[in-house]
């Protein structure tokens, strides 16, 4: 089993910038392709970013692909969202989870998942 933990998220302008981080626990961390994803009030959960378990591969939604840069640290069990050029659009809460198998932008393919970190954007 997997605990994650997400942290980071604040109140920002639009045109700024946050770093959202994800610790994870378990010493199998490094096995794991990644997600992030937002979940704004009345709307479904949308997908933000994916990585796989090296690093060296990532996926991005088209609405924040050239903003946002997903990263992690399997020596510190820890997966990063930095967020750049933030806009009001961007308001929502961000979980971070764990990808089981299928695509990277379904929710349905992902198993463990935080508790969320707010991120609000004002214009």
């Known amino acids: 089993q997997v605990q994650l933990v997400e942290s980071g998220g604040g109140l920002v302008q639009a045109g700024g910038s946050l770093r959202l981080s994800c610790a994870a626990s378990?010493?199998?961390?490094?096995?794991?392709?990644m997600g992030w994803f937002r979940q704004a009030p009345g709307k479904e959960r949308e997908f933000v970013a994916g990585?796989?378990?090296?690093?060296?591969?990532?996926y991005y939604a088209d609405s924040v692909k050239g903003r946002f840069t997903v990263s992690r640290d399997n020596a510190k069990n820890t997966v990063y969202l930095q967020m750049n050029s933030l806009k009001p659009e961007d308001t929502a809460a961000y979980y971070c989870?764990?990808?089981?198998?299928?695509?990277?932008?379904?929710?349905?393919?992902?198993?463990?998942w935080g508790q969320g970190t707010q991120v609000t954007v004002s214009s």
């Open positions: 989870t764990t990808h089981h198998s299928g695509s990277y932008c379904r929710a349905t393919s992902y198993d463990y």
């Open positions: 378990g010493r199998s961390f490094g096995n794991y392709n």
């Open positions: 990585i796989r378990w090296s690093g060296g591969v990532t």
